[in-house]
C-alpha cells in the first residue's frame, strides 16, 4: 500500500459547483497533515494544513479522519481560477519530512 | 521580495554528463530540500539539509550529490549514474521547525538524450 493514495481524476466540474476530494494515508502514526496546491508545470504552494478537529479557509474546508485514516479537502463555489493538481502531504513518522500524494487534478469550467 | 530562486528553467544534456542544478534562497531558511517530480507521480525527496554543512539522503539519493557550504544554496548534481535523469526538479525551504511549510523554487526541467 503507497504511503499516501488519491485519485488522481480529472474532476471535471462547472464554475459555482462543490467538490470533494479525500486522500488516505498508509501509516496511523502519522502526526501532520496538509493540502498543497500546484499549478501546472508549476511549484506546489501549501494551500492549508488539517487539524484534527476540522478547519475551514473560505471555500476550502479540510478535515480529518484518524479512525479511516483519511484527508478530505471540500471546495466550495468553484472558481475557474481553482483549477490545479491538488497534492494531499504528511509528515514522515521517521525523519519528519514531508511525503506527497500523487495529486488529485481539478478543472473548473465555465 | 524573497523566495527561491531555481536556474535555469529548462536544462538539455547528453547521457554520461553530470549536471549541476542551482537553487538559492534569500528567506533566511536553514533547511533546503531537493525533490524530483515525474510526470503523474507525487514529488520524492532526493537530499535535505538542516543547516550549513549538514545534509542527508532522501528516498531517492543514488546517483544525486549535494552540497550545503552557504545557508543560501543547495546545488543538486545528477550524476551519470542516475538512471532515469530526466525529470522536474523542485528546490524547497523551510524554517525547521515547520518543516510542513515549505517554499518551492520554480524547478527546472531536465531532458537527458
Known amino acids: 500500500r503507497k504511503e499516501v493514495e488519491q485519485d488522481p481524476g480529472p474532476f471535471n466540474v462547472p464554475e459555482g459547483a462543490t467538490v470533494a476530494f479525500n486522500c488516505t494515508y498508509s501509516?496511523?502514526?502519522?502526526?501532520?497533515f496538509f493540502w498543497y496546491r500546484q499549478d501546472c508545470r508549476k511549484e506546489p504552494k501549501l494551500l492549508m494544513s488539517?487539524?484534527?478537529s476540522g478547519n475551514e479557509d473560505g471555500r476550502f474546508t479540510a478535515q480529518l479522519n484518524r479512525a479511516s485514516q483519511y484527508i478530505s479537502l471540500l471546495i466550495r463555489d468553484s472558481k475557474l481560477s481553482d483549477s490545479a493538481t491538488y497534492l494531499c502531504?504528511?509528515?514522515?513518522?521517521?525523519?519528519?519530512?514531508?511525503?506527497f500524494g500523487k495529486g488529485t487534478k481539478l478543472s473548473v469550467k465555465p | 521580495d524573497g523566495g527561491i530562486t531555481q536556474s535555469p528553467k529548462y536544462l538539455f544534456r547528453k547521457e554520461g554528463q553530470n549536471v549541476t542544478l542551482s537553487c538559492e534562497q534569500n528567506?533566511?531558511?536553514?533547511?533546503m530540500y531537493w525533490y524530483r517530480q515525474d510526470p503523474g507521480q507525487g514529488l520524492r525527496l532526493i537530499y535535505y539539509?538542516?543547516?550549513?554543512?549538514?545534509?542527508q539522503k532522501g528516498d531517492i539519493a543514488e546517483g544525486y550529490s549535494v552540497s550545503r557550504e552557504k545557508k543560501e544554496s543547495f546545488p543538486l548534481t545528477v550524476t551519470s549514474a542516475q538512471k532515469n535523469p530526466t525529470a522536474f526538479y523542485l528546490c524547497?525551504?523551510?524554517?525547521?521547525?515547520?518543516?510542513?511549510?515549505?517554499?518551492f523554487g520554480p524547478g527546472t526541467r531536465l531532458t537527458v538524450t
Open positions: 524547497a525551504s523551510s524554517i525547521p521547525a515547520r518543516t510542513y511549510e515549505q517554499y
Open positions: 501509516n496511523s502514526a502519522s502526526q501532520s
Open positions: 488539517v487539524y484534527s
Open positions: 502531504v504528511v509528515t514522515s513518522v521517521l525523519q519528519g519530512n514531508l511525503i
Open positions: 528567506l533566511n531558511h536553514d533547511a
Open positions: 539539509s538542516q543547516i550549513v554543512n549538514d545534509f
